[in-house]
């Protein structure tokens, strides 16, 4: 498996009114800051929009982006498997930040907050951890094996460098597209 080519922050700042900035994140994340002029398409809907995809590399380069690299890392890994080329942005919208570039946010009458899925996940992991030690020592021990199953999910997530609770937690309402927003992202892709 190729590693997909990388840009860092001011390299993609550098370049960003050239590229098809195309951000990877739950609609949620992507709410909460993002590079402008990215588009939403979610790691679970890329298989969905590959033809528009593909055709906007016909017309220049692709940059995928996520919150640390991981998902947009991968995201690149399957549009090279379809022949589709793209960069990753290099530590993501938090390297982005810390490199001082702005994200946009959405106007001020959406004022729901919206937390990254990395923060999501350790909220219900620890969550979870928490629950099952107190079951454990107040109901029966065997709930202890839910806090067990979690520190192993967790060791095999930084092993494989994948997520299964980001996955899971993806497929909550609050954090997944309404089809009429990919059908939107998808027709704005077309016009680039």
Known sequence: MNTPITL??????????????IDVRTPGEYASGHLSGSLN???DQIRRALPEIR????????LVVCASGARSE???????????PAATLSGGTGAWAAAGHDLQRPVACDTRAKWSMERQVR???G???????????LVHPAFQLLSAGIAGGLVFSA????CGMAVLLAKLPHNRP???DLAATLTALRHR
Do not use: K, M
């Not at 055709?55 to 692709?62: M, N, P, Y």
């Not at 991968?74 to 589709?84: N, R, Y």
């Open 127 to 137: 969550t979870v951890v928490l629950l099952g030690l107190l079951l454990g020592l």
């Open 159 to 162: 092993l494989t460098n994948t």
């Open 123 to 125: 909220f219900t992991a």
């Open 178 to 180: 309404r089809a009429a």
């Open 8 to 21: 860092d922050a001011d390299q993609a700042h550098a370049r960003l009114h050239e590229l098809t900035v």
């Open 55 to 62: 055709r906007a590399t016909e017309r220049g380069d692709v």
């Open 74 to 84: 991968g995201a690149c890994e399957l549009l090279a498997e379809q022949g589709i």
């Open 41 to 43: 398409i979610p790691l």
